[in-house]
T-cell receptor, first 108, second 118 residues
Framework: GIQVEQSPPDLILQEGANSTLRCNFS?????LQWFHQNPWGQLINLFYIPSGTKQNGRLSATTVATERYSLLYISSSQTTDSGVYFC??????????FGAGTILRVKS | ETGVTQTPRHLVMGMTNKKSLKCEQH?????MYWYKQSAKKPLELMFV???????ENNSVPSRFSPECPNSSHLFLHLHTLQPEDSALYLC?????????????????FGPGTRLTVL
């Protein structure tokens, strides 16, 4: 099956700093999503981005499907950005395969 | 109510108990999913229902039994679980697009049920 790797596994930022999270996948996909899991376990959709670039406030994402990677940019980080960021890709049908996640901690 | 809801939010059960998890989606979607999230492991897909029909069973033990009575409700019936089944169980829904090689839109997740098996 498809493999999804995320890096870095852990990240500590000072409030106000910028960061880039990476997601590599082993095969072509027609669906890629980024999620943020808050400390209470809720998975929140950030982006549906099988290709191209999207922006939503301080967050933006870029997927280069031909090179099999996606990037999530967080600018001017805030403590509320803390949590786990997951990348997930559609293997076939509607089966999402998740990466192991990046644990982000933003310090004030 | 909006989005995807799950009940209960927390559940503690013994290995001989029978319990059920409930998921309800208010988004008009036609596909629903159960995922398991164990400590230090990626989210694992357990079951997929498209138009109320189960289309995916990801080698899940029979002590987990899903039920999808309609496109808005999904249950996970639990019996004779093991302590290693303790995890966060997440439900999701999406709009599956028929006729497009099974492509679907964004999956939306509920808040999860945190299950502890003693």
């Amino acid at each position: 099956g498809i493999q999804v790797e995320q890096s870095p596994p852990d990240l500590i930022l000072q409030e106000g700093a910028n960061s880039t999270l990476r997601c590599n996948f082993s095969d072509s996909v027609n669906n890629l999503q980024w999620f943020h899991q808050n400390p209470w376990g809720q998975l929140i959709n950030l982006f549906y981005i099988p290709s191209g670039t999207k922006q939503n406030g301080r967050l933006s994402a870029t997927t280069v499907a031909t090179e099999r990677y996606s990037l999530l940019y967080i600018s001017s980080s805030q403590t509320t950005d803390s949590g786990v960021y997951f990348c997930a890709v559609m293997e076939y049908g509607n089966k999402l395969v998740f990466g192991a996640g990046t644990i982000l901690r933003v310090k004030s | 109510e909006t989005g995807v809801t799950q009940t209960p939010r927390h559940l503690v059960m013994g290995m001989t108990n029978k319990k059920s998890l409930k998921c309800e989606q208010h988004l008009g979607h036609n596909a629903m999913y159960w995922y398991k999230q164990s400590a230090k492991k990626p989210l694992e897909l357990m079951f997929v229902y498209n138009f109320k029909e189960q289309t995916e069973n990801n080698s899940v033990p029979s002590r987990f039994s899903p039920e999808c009575p309609n496109s808005s409700h999904l249950f996970l019936h639990l019996h004779t679980l093991q302590p290693e089944d303790s995890a966060l169980y997440l439900c999701a829904s999406s709009q599956a697009r028929s006729g497009l090689a099974g492509r679907t839109d964004t999956q939306y997740f509920g808040p999860g049920t945190r299950l502890t098996v003693l």
